[in-house]
C-alpha cells in the first residue's frame, strides 16, 4: 500500500545558538494573599511566556524540566532568570537564557536550525541504477523499483538485495500492502506481481501498452493504476483481472492515492503544456469527478492524511492543500526551486517531500503541522524521486538517480 507512513530522527543534543524575536513589556499586577494571622502577603504575579518556533510542534522545557507541552504554547513562570530548551527530530535543540519581570508579557519566536549535511539518510553504495519508486509493507520489508525492470528487496529495512522482474521495461510505481505480496507498474502497459516479497515476478495482463506511472493497493485485492492518456485501471482481484475506468481526461496521470476501497485521488498533467488534473472518486473509480486546479505546474503525487486533509506535491516546487476531502485546493506555495516528485508521512502532521530535476541535485523538505509549513531538511548530491516511510517508527527510505537512501 502506498502508505507514506513513518520517520523519527533522533534528535541532537548540543545546543545552538536561536534565531531570536523577543518583545517584553511589563504590567502592573499585584497578587494579594491572606497570609497568617490575616495580614496581607504581596507575591511577585508570574508573566506569560508565549512560545512559537519553525518549524513547530517543538518539545518545550524550562528550567531543564519538561513542561509536556509543544510549540506554539504559552507558559506561566515566575519573575527572574530562566532557561528555554527546545527539541525537535532533525532540528539542533535551541536553548534560551530569559529574564521575567513581574507579570510580564513575553512574545518569544525561535527559528530552529536543521542539522546539517549527515542526518541519517545514508546510501546504499551498491545501488546503480535510477529508482522510481519506494514502497514498504512494515519496518523491515520494503521494494524500490527503477529502470530497466530491475528490483531491489530487503528484509531488514537497511541491507539491499538486487533481483529482477523479468522485464526490461522501466518500473514506475510500486505498491507492498502487505509483507508478501506486492505490485509494480511501468512502461508499455506493464504490471507485475510477486506473492514472496519481492523474491519473484510475474506478468499481469493490463490490457494497455499506454505508460503505467504509479499503483496503489489497499489490500490484496482492490488496485489501481495510472497512466498516460488519462488511463485508470481498477481491479477488485488481487490484479488478476484489470478494469479500465472513464477518468474523464486524456492528460497523463502521474500519481494514485486510495484510503480505502472507495475513496481515491489521481492527479497529474506532467506534459508540458498540458496544464494540472486532479481527479477524485468516492466509489473506488466507478466514477471520476475532475477537480478545479490551482496552477499550470504539473502535479506529480498526492496523498492524504485523513478522509479531509490532503496533498499534492509537483513541479516548480509546488505544494498544494486540500481540507475537504478533495472537492477544493489552495497553494500552500512553491517551497522549492526544483520539481517536488514525491510524499510521505509518519503520523497525521509529520511530512516529508522529496524532489530534484533530472541530471541535478536532490532535496529532503519536512513539514510538521500537516503541510501547512515546508523547511528544507537536507540536500542529496542527486535527485530524489521516490520516499516512503511506515508510521510510527524511525525508519525512512528515499531513491532517485544516485540510487538508494536510507534513514535508521
Given amino acids: 500500500m502506498k502508505s507514506k507512513r513513518g520517520v523519527l530522527i533522533q534528535r541532537s543534543h548540543f545546543a545552538a545558538p536561536a534565531v531570536l524575536l523577543l518583545c517584553i513589556s511589563a504590567v502592573a499586577l499585584t497578587a494579594v494573599l491572606a497570609g497568617c494571622g490575616g495580614e496581607s502577603v504581596t507575591t511577585p504575579p508570574e508573566g506569560v511566556i508565549s512560545l512559537e518556533s519553525l518549524p513547530g510542534r517543538a518539545r518545550i522545557y524550562l528550567d531543564n524540566q519538561d513542561t509536556h507541552k509543544l510549540t506554539p504554547d504559552s507558559l506561566y513562570v515566575h519573575p527572574g532568570g530562566h532557561k528555554l530548551t527546545l527539541f525537535l527530530d532533525g532540528y539542533r535543540d535551541s536553548t534560551l537564557d530569559i529574564f521575567m519581570t513581574e507579570a510580564g508579557v513575553m512574545d518569544v519566536s525561535v527559528k530552529l536550525q536543521a542539522l546539517p549535511g549527515t542526518l541519517g539518510w545514508l546510501q546504499v553504495p551498491e545501488v546503480g541504477v535510477r529508482i522510481f519508486a519506494v514502497s514498504f509493507a512494515s519496518l523491515l520489508y520494503g521494494l524500490a523499483v527503477g529502470e530497466f525492470g530491475v528490483v531491489f528487496r530487503t528484509a531488514d529495512g537497511a541491507t539491499w538485495t538486487q533481483t529482477s522482474s523479468g522485464f526490461s ?6 505498491s507492498f500492502p502487505t509483507q508478501w505480496r506486492a505490485w509494480a507498474c511501468g512502461e508499455n502497459g506493464r504490471i507485475v506481481w510477486s506473492n514472496d516479497y519481492g523474491e519473484t515476478w510475474e506478468p499481469l495482463s493490463s490490457g494497455t501498452t499506454a505508460d503505467l506511472r504509479d499503483i496503489c493497493f489497499v489490500d490484496i485485492m482492490h488496485g489501481w493504476a495510472v497512466g498516460d492518456s488519462g488511463i485508470v485501471l481498477g481491479t477488485t482481484d488481487g490484479g488478476l483481472n484489470w478494469t479500465p475506468q472513464v477518468s474523464g481526461t ?3 496521470l502521474s500519481a494514485v492515492f486510495f484510503l480505502n476501497t472507495s475513496l481515491g485521488w489521481a492527479v497529474g498533467g506532467f506534459v508540458p503544456g498540458e496544464g494540472q488534473v486532479i481527479l477524485r472518486t468516492t466509489n473506488g473509480g466507478q466514477s471520476w469527478s ?5 496552477s499550470n505546474s504539473c502535479l506529480r503525487d498526492v496523498m492524504f492524511l485523513s478522509t479531509f486533509i ?4 509537483g513541479d516548480d516546487g509546488l505544494v498544494i492543500r486540500s481540507t475537504d476531502g478533495g472537492l477544493t485546493w489552495s497553494e500552500i506555495g512553491h517551497v522549492s526551486p526544483v520539481a517536488l516528485r514525491s510524499l510521505a508521512s509518519w ?8 524532489g530534484g530535476e533530472y541530471g541535478g541535485w536532490g532535496t529532503i523538505l519536512r513539514s510538521t503541522d500537516s503541510g501547512l509549513t515546508w523547511y528544507p531538511f537536507d540536500e542529496t548530491v542527486h535527485a530524489l524521486f521516490a520516499v516512503d516511510a511506515v508510521e510510527g517508527t524511525a525508519s525512512g527510505w528515499a531513491g532517485g538517480e544516485g540510487g538508494l537512501l536510507v534513514y535508521r
Fill in 169 to 174: 521495461d522501466d518500473l514506475f510505481g510500486v
Fill in 250 to 252: 486524456t492528460k497523463a
Fill in 290 to 294: 475532475s477537480r478545479p486546479t490551482v
Fill in 310 to 313: 490532503g496533498l499534492s506535491v
Fill in 347 to 354: 503520523s497525521n502532521v509529520d511530512l516529508w517531500a522529496v
